[in-house]
């Protein structure tokens, strides 16, 4: 099974990206976290990014606040699927603008971005891009769904 890259721009963001990779354990999907910075660790994050597919890497995960160039500047070296996670920062804008640098790629350079803190989204998102391939990821993903699906039922139920 391809590994899934997890790259944060501090260790600032590990509480909101342990949520992927909480998610990434339950689905049996092997993962590394690395913090590297597209401005203070350019080249690390270049190479991780450059050699990704020849170490065993199917998707990337990247999730930065702030200026958020982190995923754009790994997607720009890979051609694997990268997924941003814009994070909330303290600033005034309360992560809106990391959501529109993670979000405003140039044509031909693509980052699917997932909402504001959203974690769990990008890990499933990489679920489902290895489950193309992996038909036991595809029946986790559907139990899954069959299981949130009862839950919103029992909450229905226990209403009426």
């Known amino acids: 099974m391809k590994k ?3 790259i944060m721009g501090s260790d600032s963001d590990l509480p909101v990206v342990q949520k992927a990779a909480d998610t990434l354990q339950a689905f049996g999907v092997p993962y590394e976290m690395h913090v590297y910075s597209a401005h ?3 080249e690390q994050a270049r190479d991780f990014s450059v050699n990704a597919r020849n170490n065993g890497f199917g998707v990337i995960i990247a999730a930065a606040g702030m200026a ?31 959501l ?3 979000v405003q790629m140039p044509s031909g350079i693509p980052v699917a971005t997932v909402a504001v803190d959203g974690a769990v989204n990008a890990a499933l998102l990489a679920v489902q891009m290895l489950a193309i391939t992996d038909e036991s990821l595809a029946e986790k993903l559907d139990a899954k769904r069959r299981a949130d699906a009862e839950k919103v039922l029992g909450k229905d139920a226990a209403l009426q």
């Open 4 to 6: 899934v890259g997890i």
């Open 100 to 102: 529109l640098s993670t």
């Open 40 to 42: 203070r660790t350019p």
């Open 68 to 98: 958020a160039h982190l995923a754009g500047a790994l997607a720009a070296n890979t051609t694997l699927p990268v997924i941003g996670i814009p994070m909330k920062s303290n600033t005034f804008t309360n992560g809106i603008d990391a």
